[in-house]
Each structure stands twice: as structure tokens, then as C-alpha cells.
């Protein structure tokens, strides 16, 4: 049996609000984590921001619990405590290494390949891998070549973010989600002799 993983995808953006609601949709989900296919720096501000909104303030989290248990109520150690297990969830976003560095994930014994442009991949890349992920894309792309699929969410803007989650039978799946909705746009199979493709009316 299979282990079972769910990895989101966000395009990049120069919304720092979209980004927000982009990375929240997928960690409510549920997602093992969620990758950002933009700049590194401009995900990992947000963060920063969203942490110390959340009450991280840098300290480590066992002297901050003395100080509210000292000073506070218990609705005060409840909210540090809420706010604790959302700072744990930011840590699931992730970013892609500079290029040309690419992120490997192995989900279902096959290789997903994830970099912000295509164009820094070589024959050696693409041949080893059975999913190649990018970020720089005019808009949501998926496409089989023999096989193996290339899938791009596309810039933000769009509306759309991905999902390739492997099941416990070690099928993987592609998924497009609706920024507005919440809800599925598309599904695609990715193992198998064609690709089966679902979309949400």
C-alpha cells in the first residue's frame, strides 16, 4: 500500500492578499504541503507577517507560554495555543530553491519535478521524471507526452491552483481547484494509458 500524499501548487503572484487566501485554501484542505512556484522572497515575507500576526514574536514558544500562564487568563493560553498550531501549519508552505536547483518529491514511486521555468530543465531532467511542475506560464497548463505530463497552475491571477495527491493504491491525480469556490475545476488521472479528465459545471 501506498502512502497517502497531497501536494498543493500556487503560480506565482505579485498579490500579496491572493496569496494569502491562495495558501489558506490548500493548508485548510489539508494539504502535506503546499509549494510556491514563484520568488522565494516574496512568499517567505508573508509568512514572516502572517507568524507575527498569529503572536510570534521570535521567542521560543515554551517562554511565552510561562508569560501568559503568569499573567494571563485561560482564554489567553487557549488563544496562544490556537495560535501555535496555525504557525505550525505555515511551516507546510514551501518554496521552490534558486535556480537552476529543482525540488524532487518520489509520490507513488514516480518522480515529481518541480521549477519555476521550464526552460532550465536538460533531456537528462525530463527523462527521469514522471511529473514536471512550473511556475512561469501564461495560464493553467496540463499536457501528456508519452509518459509523462508537464502541469503548470499558471500566474495566481488566473484564479486556479493545483493538487497532485497519491492515493493508497499509488494512483496519482491531478487537481484544479477554483479560487473563488473552493471547489474542483478538473481532475486528471495521471497513471495509466490515458488520462481521465472530470470538470466541475
Known amino acids: 500500500m501506498s502512502e497517502e500524499v497531497s501536494i498543493g501548487w500556487i503560480g506565482p503572484s505579485e498579490d500579496r492578499t491572493a496569496l494569502r487566501a491562495a495558501a489558506?485554501?490548500?493548508?485548510?484542505?489539508?494539504v502535506d504541503q503546499a509549494v510556491y512556484l514563484?520568488?522565494?522572497?516574496?512568499?517567505?515575507?508573508?509568512?514572516?507577517?502572517?507568524?507575527?500576526?498569529?503572536?510570534?514574536?521570535?521567542?521560543?514558544?515554551?517562554?511565552?507560554?510561562?508569560?501568559?500562564?503568569?499573567?494571563?487568563?485561560?482564554?489567553?493560553?487557549?488563544?496562544?495555543l490556537q495560535g501555535q498550531r496555525s504557525i505550525r501549519m505555515l511551516s507546510r508552505l514551501r518554496t521552490l530553491p534558486p535556480a537552476p536547483s529543482r525540488a524532487v518529491e518520489?509520490?507513488?514511486?514516480?518522480?515529481?519535478?518541480?521549477?519555476?521555468?521550464?526552460?532550465?530543465?536538460?533531456?537528462?531532467?525530463?527523462?527521469?521524471?514522471?511529473?514536471?511542475?512550473?511556475g512561469k506560464s501564461k495560464d493553467w497548463l496540463?499536457?501528456?507526452?508519452?509518459?509523462r505530463y508537464f502541469f503548470s497552475p499558471g500566474p495566481l491571477s488566473k484564479g486556479r491552483v493545483g493538487l497532485i495527491e497519491s492515493d493508497a493504491e499509488g494512483r496519482l491525480e491531478l487537481v484544479g481547484v477554483d479560487l473563488s469556490t473552493g471547489g474542483e475545476s478538473e481532475r486528471h488521472v495521471l497513471q495509466g494509458t490515458s488520462s481521465r479528465m472530470t470538470v466541475a459545471g
Open 106 to 134: 518520489m509520490l507513488s514511486g514516480r518522480i515529481v519535478l518541480a521549477v519555476q521555468d521550464k526552460k532550465v530543465l536538460d533531456e537528462e531532467d525530463i527523462a527521469n521524471a514522471s511529473v514536471i511542475v512550473f
Open 24 to 30: 489558506t485554501l490548500l493548508l485548510d484542505l489539508g
Open 38 to 80: 514563484g520568488e522565494a522572497g516574496f512568499l517567505e515575507a508573508l509568512v514572516s507577517e502572517w507568524t507575527s500576526e498569529l503572536g510570534g514574536d521570535g521567542r521560543p514558544f515554551l517562554d511565552r507560554v510561562v508569560d501568559v500562564a503568569e499573567r494571563g487568563t485561560p482564554d489567553h493560553i487557549a488563544a496562544l
Open 142 to 147: 496540463f499536457k501528456r507526452f508519452g509518459p
